[in-house]
């Protein structure tokens, strides 16, 4: 099993930056896909960032250019860099992982049923 726990979420001004963390433990070595989704009131969990055992990222075009998804394998620690922050990414971020990572030839393929792990959230909030 593998536990996962996020932190780093506040709130910013629209234009602003924040950078969220997903702390894991437990069975990492079999994890070889792991992500970034959001979900705001009312609507669908989204993904916005993905990253495999080699290093390969994939982002959705809503935040393509804006965010950055990265590890630290020392640390067993992801993190999702978020720059030019819109009020549209207000949502619960979660860090997500999985032992089999899909082939999306370069563009966004994830969705949600594509993880079997997931950490409780942390909130970002984005005011105009």
């Known amino acids: 099993q593998v536990q996962l726990v996020e932190s780093g979420g506040d709130s910013v001004q629209a234009g602003g930056s924040l950078r969220l963390s997903c702390t894991a433990s437990?069975?990492?070595?079999?994890?070889?896909?792991m992500g970034w989704f959001r979900q705001a009131p009312g609507k669908e969990r989204e993904g916005v960032a993905a990253?495999?055992?080699?290093?390969?990222?994939i982002y959705p075009d809503s935040v393509k250019g804006r965010f950055t998804i990265s590890k630290d394998n020392a640390k067993n620690t992801l993190y999702l860099q978020m720059n030019n922050l819109k009020p549209e990414d207000t949502a619960m971020h979660y860090c997500?992982?999985?032992?089999?990572?899909?082939?999306?030839?370069?563009?966004?393929?994830?969705?949600?049923?594509?993880?079997?792990?997931w950490g409780q959230g942390t909130q970002v909030a984005v005011s105009s």
């Open positions: 997500a992982a999985d032992p089999s990572p899909v082939e999306c030839d370069g563009t966004w393929c994830y969705t949600e049923e594509d993880f079997t792990a």
């Open positions: 437990g069975d990492l070595y079999s994890m070889l896909v």
């Open positions: 990253i495999d055992s080699d290093g390969e990222t």
